[in-house]
């Protein structure tokens, strides 16, 4: 059985690469996802990304990881801000989140520099691109252990 991952985007995530590429960069969703797909097959990891625009979908992916994931990734993108819900959801987990942001949010508007889940989270990647999902991954590689064998 191989440890398991899940990747949670949030909304506008599915506009990468023509939503203000110079914020948040070039690449596409599904090119960010292929990569971590491949560098996760390396660890093994077996990966599965989900993104939503609607918050209660997020929340219900949160809720339902903890039965058959060891891990999270997680970039709430706008929801970073406001969601309660979404914090509350990560509170009622007892394996390691990683947030991750393409952008510095601590560089940007002031709004942006209080993230909801930041204290409730494992660590906080921010400003190094699609580049910090890979070290998310990396990072979780080595906290989560090996999967029993089947």
Do not use: C, W
Not at 6 to 22: A, Q, S
Not at 80 to 106: C, F, G, K, W
Request: aromatic content about 6%; hydrophobic content about 40%; proline content about 3%.
């Amino acid at each position: 059985m191989k440890r398991k991952v899940l990747v949670v985007h949030g909304p506008n995530l599915n506009m990468l690469g023509r939503r203000e590429p110079d914020v948040y960069g070039e690449k596409t969703l599904s090119e960010i996802n292929q990569v971590m797909t491949e560098y996760a097959h390396q660890l093994d990891i077996s990966l599965t990304a989900f993104q939503s625009n609607h918050e209660g979908e997020i929340v219900e992916a949160i809720q339902a990881a903890e039965d058959d994931y060891q891990g999270i990734i997680i970039n709430l993108a706008a929801y970073t801000h406001t969601s309660v819900a979404i914090r509350d959801a990560i509170l009622t987990l007892d394996l390691p989140v990683i947030e991750v942001h393409l952008s510095n949010i601590y560089k940007r508007e002031s709004f942006r520099h209080h993230s909801m889940v930041s204290d409730v989270v494992t660590g906080q990647i921010v400003g190094l691109g699609a580049k910090g999902y890979i070290l998310a991954l990396s990072a979780l590689a080595e906290m989560i252990p090996d999967a029993e064998p089947s």
